[in-house]
Each structure stands twice: as structure tokens, then as C-alpha cells.
T-cell receptor
Framework: GIQVEQSPPDLILQEGANSTLRCNFSDSVNNLQWFHQNPWGQLINLFYIPSGTKQNGRLSATTVATERYSLLYISSSQTTDSGVYFCAVAHTGTASKLTFGTGTRLQVTL | GAVVSQHPSWVICKSGTSVKIECRSLDFQATTMFWYRQFPKQSLMLMAT?????????EQGVEKDKFLINHASLTLSTLTVTSAHPEDSSFYIC???????????????FGNGTRLTVT
């Protein structure tokens, strides 16, 4: 099956700092989503971005499908950004079954 | 729109009993829903694909007789953990494709999950 690797695995930021999270995948995809999982386990859908660039407030994401990676940018981080960030992809032809990446655990400190 | 509701949010049961988890699409019809499991500090792993009106498709290594899935309507899928054991304790999350779109190229929306503890 498709492999999805995220980096870095862990990240500690001071409030106000910027960061870039990376997601590499091993094959062609027709769906890519970024999620934030909060401490209660809820998955918050950040972006649906199989290709191109999108922005939503302090967050933006870019997917370069031909090179099989996606980036999530967090600017001016806040303590509420803490949690685990997952990218998930659907391998082309797999009827939108999402395979989740390994995750990046982010801690934003004061 | 595209809200997925999951119930219960947490459950504690004794070893050997069965537990049913419900996943509902509140404002759209979902012909396909997906069930995931997440162990502490790990990623989400797909367990099975639930298809309305037909049998579920299970991922390799998932026991279909232990994790019974029923998708009897376009808005409800249920996962029953039968004869639960402590090793079944986990976080279970369902998802569905939203908004009546039939294309595979559309986002999946997730429920808030169910934390199961088997004592």
C-alpha cells in the first residue's frame, strides 16, 4: 500500500514562531487532507488539498502532487495550535480510502 | 454542512461483553463510511469500509467476526465490538464522504470518535 511519512515527528515552538510540516507519499493520490487532532481526540479538517495552494488564516498548505509531497505552514503559532497534525492521502483508484501519515506532534509554549 | 456524529463518545465495558458504536451523517447521505482505530500515540489505521446495503470490506488483519459492521441506511453505520477484551481498548473514529458528492475526489469528514475501555 501507499506509504505516508511526516516530518518532523515532534516539534516544540515558542508562541509567535512559524513552522513548516512536511508530508511525503509514495504514489499518486487523488485526495490529500490535513488534520489537526486536539487533546480530546477530535480530528479537525484543516485542508482538502490534492494539489495547489490554499490559505486559511494563519495556516496555509501546498501540495506538489507530481513530486509527491505536501507542506503545511503555521504562522504566528499559538498555544491552541498544540496537538498532532496528520496528513492523509487516498491512493489513486482506492475509492477515497484515506491512509494516514505518521503525524507531527506540535507543542507551542508561552 | 457535512456533519458526522458518533455515539457514544466514550464507553467502559467488561471483558466478554459487546459494544455498539454508531456513526451518523446528519445532513447528507453517505453510501460509504470508513472505520478507523487509533492506539495511544499512534496514527489512525483503517479497519473497514462500510457500504450501504452490502457487506463491509475489511482491511488485512482485521477480524470481521469480532468487528461487526452494519450499514443499513444512507445515514447510519454501526460498529459492534463483540466479546471485547482489554486489547480492544482503543479510540474508534468513523468518517464519511460529505455533501452528496459521488466523486472520489472530495474530502472525508470525521466523527469525534469513541474511546473504548475494556476492563
Amino acid at each position: 500500500g501507499i506509504q505516508v511519512e511526516q516530518s518532523p515527528p515532534d516539534l516544540i515552538l515558542q508562541e509567535g514562531a512559524n513552522s513548516t510540516l512536511r508530508c511525503n507519499f509514495s504514489d499518486s493520490v487523488n485526495n490529500l487532507q490535513w488534520f489537526h487532532q486536539n487533546p480530546w481526540g477530535q480530528l479537525i479538517n484543516l485542508f482538502y488539498i490534492p494539489s495547489g495552494t490554499k490559505q486559511n488564516g494563519r495556516l496555509s498548505a501546498t501540495t506538489v502532487a507530481t513530486e509527491r509531497y505536501s507542506l503545511l505552514y503555521i504562522s504566528s503559532s499559538q498555544t491552541t495550535d498544540s496537538g498532532v497534525y496528520f496528513c492523509a492521502v487516498a491512493h489513486t483508484g482506492t475509492a477515497s480510502k484515506l491512509t494516514f501519515g505518521t503525524g507531527t506532534r506540535l507543542q507551542v509554549t508561552l | 454542512g457535512a456533519v458526522v456524529s458518533q455515539h457514544p463518545s466514550w464507553v467502559i465495558c467488561k471483558s466478554g461483553t459487546s459494544v455498539k458504536i454508531e456513526c451518523r451523517s446528519l445532513d447528507f447521505q453517505a453510501t460509504t463510511m470508513f472505520w478507523y482505530r487509533q492506539f495511544p500515540k499512534q496514527s489512525l489505521m483503517l479497519m473497514a469500509t462500510s457500504n450501504e446495503g452490502s457487506k463491509a470490506t475489511y482491511e488485512q488483519g482485521v477480524e470481521k467476526d469480532k468487528f461487526l459492521i452494519n450499514h443499513a441506511s444512507l445515514t447510519l453505520s454501526t460498529l459492534t465490538v463483540t466479546s471485547a477484551h482489554p486489547e480492544d481498548s482503543s479510540f474508534y473514529i468513523c468518517s464519511a464522504r460529505g455533501g452528496g458528492q459521488v466523486s472520489y475526489n472530495s474530502p472525508l469528514h470525521f466523527g469525534n470518535g469513541t474511546r473504548l475501555t475494556v476492563t
